[in-house]
Structures are given as C-alpha cells and as structure tokens.
C-alpha cells in the first residue's frame, strides 16, 4: 500500500473501536488499489495527529476537546439500555461533519477540484490551493455552520449480524436516495441542506449513527434504535465506505481478504473519479440589466469574451439501500425556483428569501 509521511485521516478516537491494537500502534487496512489487506500498518500514518491545521494550539485544543467529547458520548452510548439523548444527538452531528469537511481526502478533492479551476480560468500559480489550507477553510466552514445539520432525525443502527461495520478514511457520508432517484434532480449536486439528505457515521462494527431527512423518509425504530438482523442491509450500509473513501477502508478483525475482494469487487464499479465537474458557459445574450449564458463543452471550443464557471461535486449512486430507510408517503423539500435548489423546510432561513412551495419527491 502506498503510504505518505503527511497523511492524516481521522482521530484515534474515531478509529479505536474498529481495528486499533491494545496499544494504539497499529491498525488492519484494506487498500482499495491494490485489493490487498495489509494487517498492523502503522497507526500513524492513518490518524490526524497536532497542528495538520497549522500551528494554532487553540485550534487544537477545540478539536481535541471535541474529540474527547466523542469518545465520551460512544463509551455511554454502548451501555445496556441506552436512549440517544439530545446532547449526545448533537455530539454525533457535529462530529460527523467536522469529519465529512476536515479529513484529507476531503481536502484534496478541494484541492483537484482548485487546480482544474485555476487551469481552466488560466490563473497562475498564486490561485493553487494546497492541503493545508483546504483544510483550514475546512475548520472556518465547520464553525460557520456548526448546526446545519442539526434538523435531521437520528437513530442508532445495532448490527445484529454477522457482518461487521467497516469504515474508512473518508468516514462521514453525505447521501441523497431522493436526489438520486428521482429523474427531475438525477445529476444535480446536492449539499448540506438539501431534501433528502442522509448522512452517515460508523461508530464501531456493532453500531452506526444515521440522520435523515424526516420530511423525505421514515425509519421505524424502538426508543431510538433500529436493530438489524439481515446481513445484507449491512452490506448496503458499508458501501457507502467503499464508494464514498480516497483508498483505504478500515475493516474488524474479524474480515478476512477474502471477503474484502468480493465486496470490493462488487462496490468498487460504482465508485466515480474525479469527484467534481467543471462547467464552462459563455456569454450569449445582453438583454438591459440581464446576461445569458450558454454551456460549452470547453473553453477552446469557441471565441468568447465573456464566461462563468461552475464547479460541481460528483456524488457516486450505490447499487441498493437498505428496506429499513423507507420513503415517506408525500415526501417533500421546498424551493422557490432559485439556484438554493431544493431543501429542507426545517433548515430554512429569513436570507434566503420568500414565496418558496413544497416539491413532492418522486420515486422513478
């Protein structure tokens, strides 16, 4: 497996209880290249470790805190007869989208999507973004919409199977069955307020946390759980790692290579590269105040004067979903015809404007 000296995943305390050893030193790693398990790779090269944020010790010290706090909430939450409680429901919200904006491979898909930016605009190198500042604006993101999440209905996943949870070095997962199913959005983006969203957390290979979109789906669930005792909604959940991570999933001990290879070989198809796509439009039309702009496959494909580029996330489709995520009879999100998109009712602000009106989901 190719490692790097400055690769930084997730923290320890994430990964314990999946595959650490008794002394924190080493971890199971399966490599997505090389459909090869390499067991007791070096620990370090799979954690964040101090100041991959720069040297800010108060920026430090907030992300161990919070980290502190995350292993808190899971030792309670594996207690007998535990109920998610709504600070450890905030916790997990908060956790999983420090994860979903700050680990490298989230950053370095900002950093390809900045390259293939500044290349197409033909600016020079002092618009390149790097690692490190990805990730920085990673943080600032994080604290300028800590509770974007905060609308969605939880529920903790028991697996009640024999196949255990995997996670991954991309971990925290933003999926959206309706965007992806229904033909009106197939092919959008879709992002942190959307309709529909689902975002996903594996927390160790007997649990996981989900939070959905309540408005879009139902998920039956007895004082706060849902127990699981069909392998392959697992299966179905752990795709989601394989899709969704830059190489590397972190497996229980208790998975062999074998196993490893075949679901590799079955998910791996649906994974997608690069994760972004870039859209060039040119000016086409001035009519008093207003500009119109028409798409084109590439800035060299004709003259122009004039031109937008947008630049939008690639989210890869998994082949199925779990039964136990069902569709909410006259499911909605709500938009006004303008470029928010469709969202959620609940995370609606006074900025974003008026005269906005359900959208019923489709299930095509």
């Not at 990730?135 to 209905?153: G, N, P, Y």
């Not at 122009?304 to 909605?332: D, L």
Request: hydrophobic share 35%.
């Amino acid at each position: 497996m190719a490692t790097n000296k400055n690769q930084h995943f997730v923290p320890r305390c994430y990964l314990k209880p999946f595959t650490l050893d008794e002394n924190n030193q080493s971890i199971s790693v399966f490599n997505l290249d090389r459909h090869r398990l390499i067991e007791k790779a070096a620990v370090k090269h799979q954690c964040s470790r101090s100041y991959f944020y720069g040297k800010d010790p108060k920026l430090e010290e907030a992300l161990q805190l919070m980290e502190r706090t995350y292993a808190q909430a899971i030792r309670l939450i594996g207690e007998e007869g535990y109920s998610l409680t709504e600070e450890h429901d905030s916790i997990l919200k908060r956790f999983w989208l420090l994860q979903y904006l700050r680990t490298e491979a989230a950053s370095r898909r900002a950093v390809e999507m900045s390259s293939e930016l500044r290349s197409t605009a033909g600016a020079d190198a002092s618009f390149q973004l790097e690692v490190r500042e990805a990730v920085t604006i990673a943080m600032q993101t994080f604290a300028e919409c800590i509770d974007i999440v905060s609308d969605l209905r939880s529920c903790l996943v028991k697996n009640a199977t024999n196949v255990p949870f995997v996670t991954s070095d991309d971990p925290a997962v933003l999926a959206n069955r309706w965007f992806q199913a229904d033909s009106r959005y197939r092919g959008e983006a879709f992002g942190l307020r959307s309709a529909g969203d689902i975002i996903l957390l594996p927390i160790s290979p007997r649990l996981m946390f989900i939070a959905y979109d309540h408005n879009v789906y139902s998920i039956p669930k007895s004082n706060s759980w849902v127990r699981i005792k069909n392998p392959e909604e697992i299966r179905m959940l752990n795709q989601h790692q394989y899709l969704n991570c830059r190489a590397n999933i972190f497996p229980s001990p208790s998975l062999d290579e074998r196993t490893l290879i075949k679901d590799a070989n079955e998910f791996c198809g649906f994974r997608v590269s690069p994760r972004h796509a870039l859209h060039y439009a040119v000016l086409d039309q001035v009519d008093g105040e207003f500009k119109r702009y028409r798409v084109i496959e590439s800035p060299q494909s004709e003259g122009h004067s004039e031109a937008i580029i947008h630049m939008q996330t690639v989210f890869p489709i998994p082949n199925g979903w779990p039964n136990f995520i069902r569709w909410k009879r006259n499911g909605f999100g709500m938009s006004n015809g303008t470029g928010i998109g469709c969202v959620r009712r609940d995370s609606l602000t006074p900025g974003d404007g008026e005269d906005f009106a359900k959208v019923y989901a489709r299930r095509c």
